[in-house]
Structures are given as C-alpha cells and as structure tokens.
C-alpha cells in the first residue's frame, strides 16, 4: 500500500504566491522525499528530509516533517510559472521496507 | 537533462508484439528500478535491481520480464501486452538500494510512454 499520501488537492495561484501541499503516511519512516514531475517527464529530487529532522530549506522549497502526526507540507515561495508541475512525497519505511512507495499527488498551476 | 536515459521515448506496439525498454545509467549506481505510472497516478514499483540480481518484484505478470545485463544497464521486455499497459515506463537508480543503508533520493529517467493497441 502506499506509504505517503497527499491531500488530493489542485493548486492554481498566480505568480509570486506561495504555494502549500500536504502529506501523511502511515508507518514509521526513514526519510520522506519530496519529488517534482512536470507534464510527461520523469520525476525530479526535491528535497528529502530525514525522521530525525523537523524543517529543511533548500532555495525557495522549505519542508517540514511531524512524525507525530505521520505528515509533512512542502512550501514553495514566490511561485514562479516554471513551478506548473506534479509534486509527489514518497516515503522508505523503517522497518523491513525495501520500496520508495509514492503518494498520490499534487497539482499545482502557476498562473503567469 | 536527466542522468538516467531511457530508450525510447515512445512505443507503440501490437498485443502480439515483442518489444524492449532500455534504461543506462554511468553514475556508478548499484540499484535500478522500473516503475509504471498511468496517468495522473503516482508510480508504482515494479523491479529493482541491487548490484545487477532482482531484488524485488512486486507481483509483475510475466508478460514483463527485467534485465539487468551490467551495472549500467537495465532492460524491460515485454511480450504479450495488453491495451491496460499503456502507461508512462520509468527507470530510476540509486547508489544502493534502501536496504543497504542507502538514504539518498533515486535519479529518473524521462520515461518511454508505452502505447499497446
């Protein structure tokens, strides 16, 4: 089953916004990725963030992670057009879990 | 332009047909994957390599059948396909699979999208 599950939401902002997407998971982790997939494109590393961290930064993404609550939000800043893009967390789980199990997706448009 | 190259970018194929997916990689990589995605679906593991065995098959139907003939290279045949296999096929890699310690994010290929009539 899949590990890291979004909020089934589309996104459409206007440039400059922030843009906000959430993710819960069920299991304990050892990490939780973050990955972009613009149209027809393999998928792109964001940001990966381990359980012992609760915030991470990396140019204008900034996630956080809350194993209490098994979820995580990735923030993206100042959205620019070239952010239109699919945004996947993706969880390894802690325990006897060899896979990389994706959740379902965001859909975000950036509005020029 | 991704590190991980997936040949081709499209195919189309007949449901009696044999066709291959070609992925490399010269990243020095020990582990490959294959994932299917469908349309506005997250991926779905189906292989992985760990230092050229098959490590993982999450229940694949036979009509698809993985390679891994070097550490470089990772192939997918498929024979046999049905119209419900047309899906975006994608490669990825990763220095070492999870299991071995591995805390890295995996590197993906473009993808070839699969058409099978």
């Known amino acids: 089953s899949q590990q890291g599950e979004e909020d089934p939401q589309a996104l459409s902002i206007q440039e400059g916004e922030n843009a906000t997407m959430n993710c819960s998971y069920k299991t304990s982790i050892n990490n939780l990725q973050w990955y972009r997939q613009n149209s027809g494109r393999g998928l792109v590393h964001l940001i990966l963030?381990?359980?012992?961290?609760r915030e991470k930064h990396s140019g204008r993404l900034r996630v956080t992670l809350d194993t209490s609550k098994k979820s995580s939000s990735l923030l993206i800043t100042a959205s620019r057009a070239a952010d239109t893009a699919s945004y996947f967390c993706?969880?390894?789980?802690?325990?006897?879990?060899?896979?990389?199990?994706f959740g379902k997706g965001n859909q975000v448009v950036v509005i020029p | 332009d991704t590190e991980v190259t997936q040949t081709p970018k499209h195919l189309v194929m007949g449901m009696t047909n044999k066709k291959s997916l070609k992925c490399e990689q010269h990243m020095g990589h020990r582990a490959m994957y294959w994932y299917k995605q469908k349309a506005k679906k997250p991926p779905e593991l189906m292989f992985v390599?760990?230092?050229?065995?098959?490590?993982i098959n999450e229940s694949v139907p036979s009509r698809f059948s993985p390679e891994c003939p070097n550490s470089s290279l990772l192939n997918l045949h498929l024979h046999a396909l049905q119209p419900e296999d047309s899906a975006l096929y994608l490669c990825?890699?990763?220095?070492?699979?999870?299991?071995?310690?591995?805390?890295?994010?995996?590197?993906f290929g473009n993808g070839t999208r699969l058409t099978v009539t």
């Open positions: 963030i381990r359980s012992n961290e």
């Open positions: 390599y760990s230092y050229e065995k098959l490590s």
């Open positions: 993706a969880t390894v789980a802690y325990y006897g879990n060899n896979r990389l199990a």
């Open positions: 990825a890699s990763s220095p070492v699979t999870f299991d071995r310690g591995h805390n890295s994010p995996l590197h």
